[in-house]
């Protein structure tokens, strides 16, 4: 049973460098979110993706955050200028339908120095 | 906007005391309820869901949780904690009847069970 996985699992950055991150969601699952969390505090939803398209950004997802998922399979989020308030935990979750629980990957800890 | 409240930031039990973590939301329409959890050093995993039916559901590990509407709660219990239940405990919700979806969660309950 392969749940999410995320790669890489860390990453350090020099602030103004460009970052990309990928999520392969269960197989079969059509529903992909991408969330951020902080030190401290509960993850926080970016975007969500049903199957290719992109149809919500939250308010969090600056113009330097761009997020993908071509052909429904697997997402990528690229964070451009890095920022050191983009440090954080990059959680991403897949889920077969709206009203189903989601299932969580690793995540991707990000820290711009 | 919607919100998670989780009461507690940090708890501390010894073991075989028994648990009982409060999560409150803002939000008057139909939701779904969840606790997460996370061991350290390990991602986030669903310990329990409500979704419809008896409001007093049970997860893993001996969790229960019970879902009071007029309320607003979805209160975590379990009746004696043992030192694995160390973690931190997250309260989300899922407004799937208006938004899309997405899960709004609680700052989370750090959780530290004294052997």
């Known amino acids: 049973d392969t749940g999410v996985s995320q790669d890489p699992r860390h990453k350090i950055t020099k602030r103004g460098q460009n970052v990309t991150f990928r999520c392969d969601p269960i197989?079969?699952?059509?529903?992909l979110y991408w969330y951020r969390q902080t030190l401290g505090q509960g993850p926080e939803f970016l975007t969500y993706f049903q199957n290719e398209a992109q149809l919500e950004k939250s308010r969090l997802l600056s113009d330097r955050f761009s997020a993908e998922r071509p052909k429904g399979s697997f997402s990528t989020l690229e964070i451009q200028r890095t920022e050191q308030g983009d440090s954080a935990m990059y959680l991403c979750?897949?889920?077969?339908?709206?009203?189903?629980?989601?299932?969580f990957g690793p995540g991707t800890r990000l820290t711009v120095t | 906007a919607q919100s998670v409240s989780q009461h507690n930031h940090h708890v501390i039990l010894s073991e075989a005391a028994s648990l009982e973590l409060g999560c409150n939301y803002s939000?008057?329409?139909?939701?779904?309820l969840f606790w997460y959890v996370q061991y350290p050093g390990q991602h986030l995993q669903l310990l329990l869901k409500?979704?419809?039916?008896?409001?007093l559901v049970k997860g893993i590990k001996g969790f229960e949780a019970e879902f009071i509407k007029s309320k607003f709660s979805f209160n975590l219990r379990k009746p004696s904690v043992q030192w694995s239940d160390t973690a931190e405990y997250f309260c989300a919700v899922n407004n799937y009847g208006g938004s899309q979806g997405n899960l709004i969660f609680g700052k989370g309950t750090k959780l530290s069970v004294k052997p």
């Open positions: 197989s079969e699952h059509n529903r």
């Open positions: 409500y979704f419809s039916g008896d409001p």
């Open positions: 939000y008057g329409g139909t939701v779904n």
């Open positions: 979750a897949s889920s077969p339908d709206r009203a189903y629980e989601q299932y």
